[in-house]
Structures are given as C-alpha cells and as structure tokens.
C-alpha cells in the first residue's frame, strides 16, 4: 500500500516535469523498470548566482566555536562526524572538539492529584553539549560552514555559535603615548 | 538481656545472609507507578509497541515522541510546544478519525513542523490526499510556520503484545 502510494506520487511528479518540458531526443531512458524520481527532461534553471565581490576586507575571526545541546548523545555524536567531516571537506583547520559534561535538570513532584505527601516523583532532563572549535577562519567561509551545518540540524537539537573577530587596532592607540611625550617632558 | 539481644542479632543476620529473611510486603496506594502503564489483562488486548513499553525504557527501547529544543537546558518555549502539540495530536486524530495506527511524531526542525503519522488504508486515496491537503493548510495558518505531514500506510494495526 506504502509503495502504491509512494509511485502514484512519484508518477505525478514526472507528469508534471514531462508537460512543462519535453524534449523527445532526452526522453530515453536506460534504467531499469521501476520508476525513480529522475530529471531526464530539460528543466530551465535559473542563471547561477554572480559571485558578488565588494571593497570592505573580509571578516578575519580568530576563532569560531559552535556548541550543540540534545537530549540525545547518539544524535550528537552522529552529528559531531558530520560537522568534522564537512570542515575537512571544506579545508578549515579544526582546533578542538570536545564534549563538556552534561546538565541535568531535576524535579521532585507529588505523585498524586490530591494527598499522599510521602509519595513524590522525580524527573530529570538531560542535556548533553558538543563543542566544536575552529581556528583562523574567514567571514565568508564561516558564513558557509554555518549555514550547511544549520541547514542539517537534527530536530531536538539547540545550536549557540561564538565568534571571536580579530581586528585592527584604531589609529587614536596605535601609537603609545609615552613614545610621543620622551621628545617634549626633555626637563 | 544483653544476652538475649545478642543472641537476636545473630539469629537475624544468620537469616539475613542464608536468604530466607521474610517479611510482611505493604505498599501504600501510592507506591506503585501507574503513569503510561497498561497492566496485564487476560491476553485479549492487542498492544503496539509504543503501548508495551513502560516510560522508564524512553531512551532505551522507545524514542521521543515529540521533538523539541524546549525542554534543553537555557532553552525556552517548552509550555507553548506542548499546547501546541497536545492540538495537533487531537486534532489529526479528529480529522482521520479510526485511520490512525498509532501515535504522531511530531518534529520541529527549525521553522518547520514535521509530523509523521503512520495510518491504516480506510479512506480512497484521494480522500487521503484532501485530508492530508487540508491539515497542511489548516494547521500552516494556525501556527504561521510551514506543516509537512509524512505518511506510512499499513494494512491493518502492527501488534507487538497481547496483555
């Protein structure tokens, strides 16, 4: 019944995509018989996003920490693979990732509605951290790290991302003062 | 006296280690858990896995079902999460009435509330889908957020215990 249902929509979904845009020649398919969501026809894309370039100097950080928190420590574990490996992938260098202990949460609450004072019960929420720490990134790759790994958050999964920014020095300090007073305090 | 007790106490902890120290069992009215719990019957009554489980094994043998960033620790939201879900809950039950075969996940996964509902086959699938259709919509205005509903079909209720 599942699979029914699965192939009458997936049937739908070709239909629609084979009205819009036929072309015979692309129509050949060389797959086996079952029908697979597959784009065979020509689909006009949209143009490619221009890479935009401006004059203002990237964002240097010194360091970008991402902490997650669940109740689950398989999903956080599964998630930590996934966020180090998109890291490698992406060529950032990864400074450390840890696990802090975990919080928990306690209540102590009468078991019944109206007496029974001498009967409570006890309930706990876990939660579990991950931190993963990167070091020397730029603003535009850490724009892209965190939106691919906000884009894949498991549900039940709190994110916190801590920046630390290098910048430059004002001009009104660089100089320091004591250098400019030796040539008039001569007495 | 001394003696005596003496000679108690070692009675009691010679039973004490042999194993056969008996003793009056009470337990109060309150004592025994009976939260999400349903107690062994005859063996007529069909049970799902969801129902056999007892709350303690959530974790172990069961999972969540509904997820939420509410309850983490500095995490807000969790009362309007649970009004919300104890709604949809009733509500999909109301809309698919004697179609559900068991409870709803609900998941939240940034903006969007996913529920996923395993269903018995009872209406025309074309009725499904205006239902399906319907709740998305429905549900998508109430709570200003998109809805997805995903759907597992099965025959007939999967039984896991008879209690």
Same mark, same amino acid.
Do not use: C, D, T
């Given at each position: 019944m599942a699979a029914s249902m699965a192939s009458v929509r997936t049937v739908r979904v070709l239909s629609k995509i084979f009205h819009g845009h036929f072309t015979p020649a692309t129509a050949v398919q060389h797959h086996t018989a079952c029908p697979r969501l597959v784009h065979t026809a020509s689909v006009s894309s949209p143009p490619s996003p221009a890479i935009i370039e401006s004059e203002e100097p990237d964002a240097l950080y010194q360091r970008l920490s991402v902490q997650v928190k669940g109740h689950d420590r398989a999903v956080l574990d599964s998630y930590e693979f996934f966020a180090t490996l998109a890291a490698k992938e992406l060529g950032l260098s990864l400074e450390k990732v840890f696990e802090p202990p975990k919080h928990i949460d306690k209540l102590t609450l009468l078991k019944?509605? #109206? $007496?029974? !004072?001498?009967h409570r019960v006890q309930y706990e929420m876990r939660t579990h951290y991950r931190c993963i720490q990167i070091s020397r990134i730029t603003g535009s790759s850490a724009r892209v790290y965190l939106e691919y790994i906000q884009r894949n958050l498991p549900e039940g999964v709190a994110m916190e991302v801590t920046k630390t920014a290098i910048e430059k020095i +004002? @001009? =009104?300090?660089? !100089? +320091?003062l004591w250098d400019e007073n030796k040539l008039d305090a001569s007495g | 006296m001394a003696a005596s007790l003496i000679r108690q106490t070692k009675l009691l902890s010679v039973f004490s280690s042999a194993g056969c120290f008996r003793s009056i069992h009470c337990t109060a009215v309150c004592l025994k858990n009976r939260a999400a719990r349903i107690r062994v019957g005859k063996g007529d009554r069909p049970l799902t896995y969801e129902q056999a489980h007892? +709350?303690? #094994? $959530?974790g172990h043998r069961k999972g969540w079902l509904s997820q939420h960033t *509410?309850?983490? =620790?500095? @995490? *807000? *939201?969790a009362a309007e999460r649970v009004l919300e879900d104890v709604f949809i809950r009733r509500f999909i039950f109301g809309t698919f009435h004697s179609c559900l075969a068991d409870e709803l996940i609900i998941k939240r996964r940034g903006n969007v509330l996913i529920i996923c509902a395993v269903m018995i086959q009872k209406l025309l699938p074309s009725k499904f889908y205006f239902l399906l259709g319907y709740t998305e919509e429905l549900l998508s205005h109430f709570y200003k957020c998109p809805v997805k509903i995903e759907l597992q079909l099965v025959d007939e209720k999967v039984v896991y215990k008879y209690l």
């Open positions: 019944s509605v #109206h $007496i029974f !004072k001498k +004002p @001009e =009104h300090i660089q !100089k +320091p | 007892h +709350p303690h #094994h $959530i *509410g309850n983490l =620790h500095a @995490e *807000g *939201g």
